[in-house]
């Protein structure tokens, strides 16, 4: 049983892809990460040496911190964090245990560049409605929480992308885009090593949307009405995007514990 300054694998994979999970801080020497080269969704690597210095930026947030075996490392830097105010524990185990779970790891490899404040930047085009604010949900819950998004006008995004280090999604001809009858959401999942059955699930309920193939999925027609209407709510992007996240987590936790669940009016005289 953990001491109750340690999170067990089982309960903090339960935290990621909501909105209220904990910072994740990978503090694993060069050596170790460099074996697999792979994060915890949503984690970021600090240096252990220097939490003296770091440790502050952390004041008032509730923290994970991972090291290989979840030992010294990690629980001395959450230990240090504490110190600070911080609600920090450490990960029991550590990534070795996580990956003997068999949990997911996003490849370090598939991550963009950050910007100096230790945030990825992406660009697309302007005026979403389904993949381009699916994919910054997705980002925000498992890869960057932190993450910039720049909606520009569709002919500026490769140029965008290139004078200020974004990384392009959902244009034609690059990397982060639709590839078959798959969309820019699939291709994230996929890539970042993220399949699990519930994003699976919602992803098949995104393609069905943006792709008017509203047959894959019942809840696909609900999420185009949603969408289209979240879209003329909000004639500023980013205040659109905010207001969005709210209805994705919303999906993703039907989709992870609630389709079994039914609902309906009562029939029966009396019933509660």
């Known amino acids: 049983m953990p001491s109750p300054t340690e999170i067990t694998v089982a309960q903090l994979s339960r935290l990621i892809g909501l909105p209220d999970a904990p910072v994740l801080i990978d503090v694993c020497i060069d ?10 969704p949503g984690a970021h690597r600090r240096d252990y040496r220097d939490v003296q210095n770091w440790a502050p930026a952390y004041v008032g947030k509730s923290v994970v911190v991972v090291c290989h075996k979840g030992q010294k490392l990690s629980q001395g830097v959450a230990a240090w964090l504490r110190h600070e105010g911080v609600a920090a524990q450490s990960l029991e185990g550590g990534i070795l245990a996580w990956r003997a779970a068999g949990q997911a790891q996003v490849p370090a490899a598939k991550l963009p560049p950050r910007d100096a404040q230790g945030r990825t930047v992406w660009v697309t085009r302007a005026r979403p409605k389904i993949d381009r604010i699916a994919c910054p949900w997705l980002i925000r819950r498992f890869i960057d929480p932190t993450a910039v998004f720049l909606f520009v006008a569709p002919a500026e995004v490769p140029a965008v992308a290139e004078r200020f280090n974004a990384t392009p999604f959902d244009i034609d001809g690059v990397y982060w885009s639709h ?7 699939d291709t994230m999942i996929e890539e970042f090593g993220l399949a699990s059955p519930p994003l699976l699930h919602l992803a ?13 999925a019942p809840e696909a027609a609900g999420l185009v009405a949603a969408s289209l209407g979240y879209s003329r709510m909000f004639k500023d992007d980013l205040a659109q995007l905010d207001a969005a996240m709210v209805m994705y987590d919303a999906f993703y ?12 009016w009562p029939t029966v005289k009396g019933a509660p």
């Open 253 to 264: 936790r039907w989709c992870r514990d609630a389709t079994a669940e039914k609902h309906n």
């Open 204 to 216: 098949t309920i995104v393609r069905g949307a943006d792709t008017a193939r509203l047959d894959l």
């Open 179 to 185: 590839r078959g009858e798959t969309c820019t959401f």
């Open 31 to 40: 050596d170790d990460f460099n074996a697999d080269p792979r994060f915890i």
